[in-house]
């Protein structure tokens, strides 16, 4: 079996320096959140084409706000 | 078998909308890009069906107080679906579990009977809006229907919250070594 010395010296002193100031030990990977981990291509789902008939409503008016200590 | 002390889950039916109702099965609509900027009078729209979670809350969906006019809901993948990329794997659901993939959220699997669910994923990518009264007319035509409960619907917005307000810096603090 090959063993492999590696100097951790330098960070056992820092992990004896945060002890010492009672911070828990950083963790080890760098980048623990994926932010940009996505779905590339959605699951297979049934699909289809509709045809619509569009009707112009006017444009939307906001919903009235009532206020609430009056409720 | 013990009904466990804090359920995921629920069966309600009827058009009464909660964030964390699942609906299997409901059509979402996609527009044609070249509608945009040109007054159609018809036009060829995209369905696609999607089982979908409601994100919005609860007190803007109360019947005859309605506070919104369109409904938000996300994405719900089922584990078995997904079968490519990261998420196929085990380590990747468990990064999923743990918060370390900020646009996913893993929901448990439902043991109700007759509505069996396997372990879920919601998408926080894949967002829409469809008009309350449609929801609530497929809410009622789809029967029974599954609905996440308190504090793991909570938990779900959270996160929701969570991935929506993220920031990146252009320039960050160098990290300390």
């Excluded at chain 1, 004896?16 to 297979?44: C, F, N, Q, Y």
């Excluded at chain 2, 945009?36 to 019947?63: L, N, Y």
């Excluded at chain 2, 794997?89 to 743990?98: I, L």
């Amino acid at each position: 079996m090959k063993v492999e010395l590696v100097d951790i010296s330098d960070e056992m002193a820092l992990r004896e320096s945060d002890a010492v100031a009672g911070v828990s030990p950083a963790p080890t990977d760098e980048d623990l959140l994926d932010w940009d981990a996505s779905i590339e291509r959605p699951p297979a789902r049934p699909a289809g084409i509709i045809q619509v008939k569009l009707e112009y409503a006017g444009r939307s008016k906001p919903i009235p706000v009532t206020d609430p200590a009056s409720e | 078998m013990s009904t466990p002390a804090y359920p995921w889950y629920q069966l309600v039916s009827g058009d009464d909308i909660e964030p964390g109702d699942i609906l299997d099965a409901c059509p979402v609509f996609l527009p044609p890009e070249d509608l945009a900027g040109h007054p159609f009078t018809t036009a060829t729209f995209r369905w696609e069906e999607r089982d979908v979670i409601v994100m919005s809350q609860s007190c803007d969906t109360v019947k005859g107080r309605e506070k919104i006019s369109e409904v938000l809901l996300c994405a719900v993948w089922k584990r078995s679906e997904l079968t490519e990329g990261h998420l196929a794997t085990n380590r990747g659901m468990e990064e999923a579990r743990r918060g370390n993939l900020p646009g996913f959220h893993v929901l448990a699997e439902c043991t109700l009977p007759g509505f069996l669910r396997e372990v879920s994923v919601v998408d926080f990518r894949r967002v829409y809006s469809l008009p309350l009264a449609f929801v609530r007319k497929q809410a009622v035509v789809s029967g029974n229907r599954v609905r996440l409960l308190p504090p793991y619907r909570e938990h779900l917005s959270q996160a929701f919250a969570r991935f929506f307000m993220r920031v990146g810096l252009p320039v960050d603090v160098p990290p300390f070594k």
